[in-house]
């Protein structure tokens, strides 16, 4: 919704309600995100070049220097793809979306034969002991995948003509995320095949037929390197906004540099499941409520936002409509920060992410309404109790608060 209207990414337009400098909370989401999403994609990426180099070599892959060599390759080919620029990136990822979705009906014929439908590791097998915290936890971390687009989002947005209707465009992200239950079913259903959850590509290569166990590879390959450019790619941008002195291609490298020291020593040294599960809870919980505050702002706004106002910082310049309080539009900030500390306060991402109160409701994690509800209803407390100028509504004015 942001991104036609504005122009850009959805951390420089969030200006508009936070504050030209109160936008940098969207920068440091961009930025959770794609360490944590560019560690995903060296990982998958790589276990895919080591599944593949264990399957037809015969090599083992489990040293340490071994597996910290491909990861580097892959991390450092991430970055050149983000530096080549955005139509390559576009390549690839229409590539991996066709190509993973012949993949996985090919699927149906390559693992028919051995997967049941009736599988039943028992109540033993529950991550948290038990049904309902171990779903309601399975649920966030699958939520922290379209959540995590809500920073920079507006990076693919922009490129949407302004005059699209909104019904249809909503209905088209949709209808995208209800697509994405294809893949993730493929995933459910493959888990069950593999020995070590921790190492699951590595364990789908060498359980799959010869036929299959190539064309595998390849797209856990490339689909690693999609997921580590989309998120690289827009948040460099975004930092080298913050930070006129790095271009974009330096503001990716340093990015990516601080994500691969992430994975390296999350995958050798420490935990890597448990550290991106953590990160991905982040990501919920931080998110979440800023994304809350922006659709309200939107809809008391009409929709209505000045592009040239939401860039001022960008353009180290002061003043504008969006400028509010020094750059720093309180309402939005003060609603968004005790909200994320609540979500914290109720989190159960185990072992590394738990908060003091996450036992409150019988181990269920209840983190997202809560940050969700806080946010909401602070939010739109601070714009009753103290409305905002009518100059950054529009010439329609404002929907169920008044300005001033």
């Given amino acids: 919704l942001f991104g036609p209207v504005t122009g850009t990414n959805n951390a420089v337009s969030s200006g508009a309600h936070f504050g030209v400098k109160g936008r940098l909370v969207g920068s440091f989401l961009s930025l959770l995100t794609a360490i944590a999403f560019y560690s995903i994609s060296v990982w998958v990426s790589g276990d895919a070049l080591l599944g593949a180099i264990s399957r037809f070599f015969g090599v083992d892959t489990s040293g340490a220097l071994f597996r910290g060599t491909i990861y580097a390759i892959i991390g450092a080919l991430v970055i050149v793809v983000v530096i080549y620029g955005y139509q390559f990136m576009l390549l690839v990822n229409k590539t991996v979306v066709y190509a993973n979705t012949v993949l996985m009906l090919g699927g149906i014929i390559a693992f028919g034969s051995i997967f049941s439908a009736g599988y039943n590791p028992g109540p033993g097998a529950y991550a948290l002991g038990s049904f309902w915290p171990t779903f309601i936890l399975s649920a966030l971390i699958v939520m922290g995948n379209p959540i995590s687009f809500g920073a920079f989002l507006g990076d693919w947005a922009r490129y949407i003509p302004a005059k699209t209707s909104r019904r249809s465009l909503m209905g088209w992200v949709f209808s995208a995320q209800f697509m994405t239950l294809v893949p993730f079913l493929f995933g459910v259903a493959t888990t069950t095949l593999v020995k070590d959850p921790a190492a699951y590509i590595v364990g789908l290569v060498e359980i799959s037929p010869a036929?299959?166990?190539?064309?595998?590879?390849?797209?856990?390959?490339?689909?690693?390197?999609?997921?580590?450019?989309?998120?690289?790619?827009?948040?460099?941008?975004?930092?080298?906004?913050?930070?006129?002195?790095?271009?974009?291609?330096?503001?990716?490298?340093?990015?990516?540099?601080?994500?691969?020291?992430?994975?390296?020593?999350?995958?050798?040294?420490?935990?890597?499941?448990?550290?991106?599960?953590?990160?991905?809870?982040?990501?919920?919980?931080?998110?979440?409520?800023?994304?809350?505050?922006m659709m309200i702002g939107f809809y008391v706004r009409r929709g209505w936002y000045s592009p040239e106002d939401v860039q001022v910082f960008n353009k180290g310049k002061t003043g504008g409509i969006y400028w509010f309080n020094a750059g720093f539009n309180w309402r939005a900030l003060l609603a968004w920060i005790p909200s994320a500390i609540l979500g914290l306060m109720f989190c159960y991402y185990p072992p590394l992410l738990v908060g003091p109160w996450s036992g409150a409701v019988g181990g269920i994690d209840i983190s997202l309404p809560v940050a969700i509800v806080s946010a909401a209803v602070l939010y739109l407390l601070f714009l009753t109790i103290s409305p905002e100028p009518k100059s950054a509504h529009g010439p329609k004015g404002s929907r169920l608060v008044r300005t001033k």
């Fill in 211 to 293: 036929w299959y166990a190539l064309p595998l590879i390849v797209i856990a390959f490339l689909g690693g390197l999609s997921t580590g450019v989309t998120s690289l790619y827009g948040t460099g941008l975004d930092f080298s906004s913050v930070f006129p002195k790095l271009n974009r291609v330096q503001s990716s490298i340093f990015i990516g540099s601080l994500a691969f020291i992430f994975i390296l020593v999350g995958r050798l040294v420490t935990d890597l499941l448990a550290s991106i599960n953590a990160f991905i809870g982040l990501i919920v919980i931080f998110t979440t409520p800023w994304m809350i505050i």
